[in-house]
């Protein structure tokens, strides 16, 4: 029966050891940012959606009422926005019995995210006019 020589190649060096204890201090010193940045991240993808669901909630309820132009202010939700409605196009067709005439209007929602970020929603709708 033989004896197992010694094999020098067995196990790790000091060079392996080194390198991966400078493997992982690199690791653990760019962890934190990487958490930082991925908290930032999603509190902005969060205010977005926010913003977006108050944008829908305001062109909502101006859908509930014939568009006019003019402008509106407000703020839901801690998210302040500004709504612009012009007519687009008017008298598409002849006036109507009551003298009022189809036109298009663009309506244009803009809404303060956060810090000097803002979101524009444009939308467009059917009306009329006098």
């Known amino acids: 029966m033989k004896t197992p020589a010694h094999d020098s190649e067995a196990g790790f060096t000091l060079i392996d050891s080194l390198v991966a204890v400078a493997t992982l ?3 653990t010193a760019l962890l934190p940012q990487a958490i930082v940045t991925a908290r930032q991240m999603s509190s902005e993808t969060a205010s977005l ?9 305001v062109l909502a309820d101006l859908a509930r009422s014939s568009p006019h132009a003019g402008q509106q202010t407000g703020a839901t939700d801690g998210h302040s926005w ?20 189809p036109a298009l209007f663009t309506t244009r929602i803009s ?20």
Do not use: C, H, P
Request: net charge positive; charged share 25%; proline share 0%.
């Open 111 to 130: 809404i303060q995210v956060s810090g000097n970020r803002t979101l524009v929603v444009e939308r467009l709708s059917y009306g009329a006019v006098k």
């Open 49 to 57: 959606v926010s913003a977006r669901l108050v944008a829908d909630s």
């Open 25 to 27: 201090s690199a690791m």
């Open 82 to 101: 500004r709504v612009e409605t012009k007519i687009r196009e008017a008298g598409l067709t002849s006036r109507s019995e009551d003298g009022s005439s």
